[in-house]
């Protein structure tokens, strides 16, 4: 009996770990002309001389780690062909640049203590091991060590020395802008790489490509590739995203026994990927961000709206109870924008009448769901304080947004 169930498994996947990010394809369809430029600037480093700084920007999914990550590769292969050592490290910015930095050395196989050491030691030990070396070095999501200022002694160690080509990757165009520091502005000086969107045409031959490797054949007809390409594309054009559908689609399919993935898989696939996606990125927010968002919610869940200083007043209500502290309207207004960057929230303002001015007022944006948001949240907040504590503590934010909306008169 049993043998007969196996010999009707349905076969949706020929191999799935062709729709994760952990594989480097072979090919990257699209991306031929920016993997060119960068391979010819690190190819510089073969005959000795440091190649240019990079930042490589473009929005999420649009293939700026792995085309990277590719071309790295290369350049090793070709050095180990050439008998020429070079050292290459790349990293995904942490949260410090004490961790970012220990991460680097970890890629060159440099063994460093997680804790312990001394930035300045760390340092030490990292240009110890270059001892003088041609280096390039990679920064993924670079933009964690700027939009902060937390990254500025970082950078400028290392893009002070000679030997060490710095390349940042981010999805934040206007990155450079925020860079502040002039001595790490004159001494980085980066030449722009940008990656655009693909578009639907590209997109689906992007899909077309790693699907044929993924599925079985028959499995996933264009149709649905078609489908999956213009979700994809209306979401900014990340590959990640429609690569996720695919894979929860295929699955959806074998768990309900079909031989082929069709649309109705996938529209299921963006359903539950939306919540997935939206509890995983809330809960991985700051605390001083959790606390804000859940104010701002929870004004839209009442069908109001707050101003910004009303928002952070309550913020500070929440942030005192998971946290112990409180922020300045000022440091709140730095939280605000990185939720906005986020995509959590929008200011928008009214009018007070002719020549009177401005309200604003800070929402949350129609895409986030409110329900599911204010869920994770609770969830989260009660892991720090009691059941009690917590509904003490919602009493008094809902009591000041009720207060607050009286106030400014806000149609409801
Ligand atoms: N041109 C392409 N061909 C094949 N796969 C791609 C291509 N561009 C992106 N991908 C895949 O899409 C996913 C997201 O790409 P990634 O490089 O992580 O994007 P980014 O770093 O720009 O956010 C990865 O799984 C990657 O392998
Ligand atoms: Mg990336």
Redesign the pocket.
Known sequence: MSGQKTSRRVRIFKNRDYLS?KII?EE????EKEFNQIWENFEYILEGSTPSNLIIF?P????????VKKVLESIKREAEAEGIDVPIGYAVAERTEMMTLVSICEDLGIGVPKTGLSFYEVKKRLLEHLSGRKAIIVVDEVDKLILQNKGIDLLYFLTRDPNICVVGIS?VVTLLDNLIDKRVKSSWNPRKIV?DPYNADQMFD?LK??ANKAFYEGVVGDEVLRYVSAIAVQRGGD??YA?DLLMMAGDLAKRSGEERVNINHVKKAIDELEVGFLVKTVKSLSNPEKALLFVITEAKRNGKYLSPEVAYTLANVVLSNISNQTLSHRRWSDYRGSLELLGYIGLFREGLGRGKGWHHYIKLNDTIDAYVVYKTLEEDFMSYMGTEEYHVMLRNVLNGIARSARKWQLKL
């Open positions: 990010s394809p990257l369809p699209h991306r473009g999420t999914g649009s293939g700026k780690t792995v085309t999805n990656f992007i490509y790693r590959t990640r690569l």
